[in-house]
């Protein structure tokens, strides 16, 4: 089946330790997003990728950085998680980044952070 | 303000019960307006997808845009143990370079007691 596939589900790293967090889509879709989720919160968008074009939003800490090395895949740095960055990270991706494209998520990331 | 407003809940409702989801927003560019189901550590999943006041229906859901008032709602008919989960409502504008920008709500938690 086609999907956005997250790894890992589970996340546990240590304050200011890096950590990567992995995307991969079958959708073959050109655009890909990352969003921050926090408990009882509305999705966040940190920034996303049109093809090789990279769209930070412009609230998004220098902390957080994504790289695009391919169609399919897409990944997430964070260069040295702080207890605030403990949430759940959301990837998706719409095939096109017109409004009428749809957005399709992943099953998302729970970083811990201790 | 937030641009998109959301109550929390949570909402419980007897199995079969007719449940109504809203969502308030302040800004008029919103042009598409979706329903997304997202379960207990998981990713959202759409559900509806409209664009012009009125309703749209799906099975048990329908989607009801009303653009004058800023208003949008989704109702559950015959509510399922099953449908127990936090529905978000999310809304796309063009933003800056054309890319679409979706703003969520926090989430209304729904429960369905058995």
């Known amino acids: ?114 | 303000q937030k641009e998109v407003e959301q109550d929390p809940g949570p909402l419980s409702v007897p199995e079969g019960a007719i449940v109504s989801l809203n969502c308030t927003y302040s800004n008029s560019a919103f042009q598409y307006f979706m329903w997304y189901r997202q379960y207990s550590r998981k990713g959202p999943e759409l559900l509806m997808y409209t664009y012009s006041s009125g309703n749209k229906e799906d099975g048990r859901f329908t989607a009801q845009v009303d653009k004058s008032s800023k208003y949008i709602s989704l109702f559950i008919r015959d509510s399922q143990p099953s449908d127990s989960a936090t529905y978000l409502c999310a809304m796309k504008r063009s933003g800056s370079g054309g890319y679409q920008k979706v703003t969520f709500g926090t989430g209304t938690k729904l429960q369905v007691i058995p």
């Open chain 1, 1 to 114: 089946d086609a999907m956005v596939i997250q790894n890992p589900r589970y996340q546990v790293t240590q304050f200011g330790k890096p950590v990567t967090l992995s995307c991969s889509q079958t959708l073959n879709h050109n655009v890909m997003y990352w969003y921050q989720q926090k408990s009882s919160q509305a999705p966040k968008l940190l920034f996303h990728y049109y093809d090789k074009d990279f769209n930070n939003e412009a609230d998004t800490p220098d902390n957080f950085q994504s790289r695009r090395p391919n169609t399919s895949f897409c990944f997430l740095d964070i260069r040295s998680p702080g207890l605030g960055d403990a949430a759940m990270y959301l990837c998706a991706t719409s095939r096109e980044a017109r409004s009428t494209d749809t957005q399709y998520f992943g099953p998302g990331t729970r970083l811990t952070v201790l």
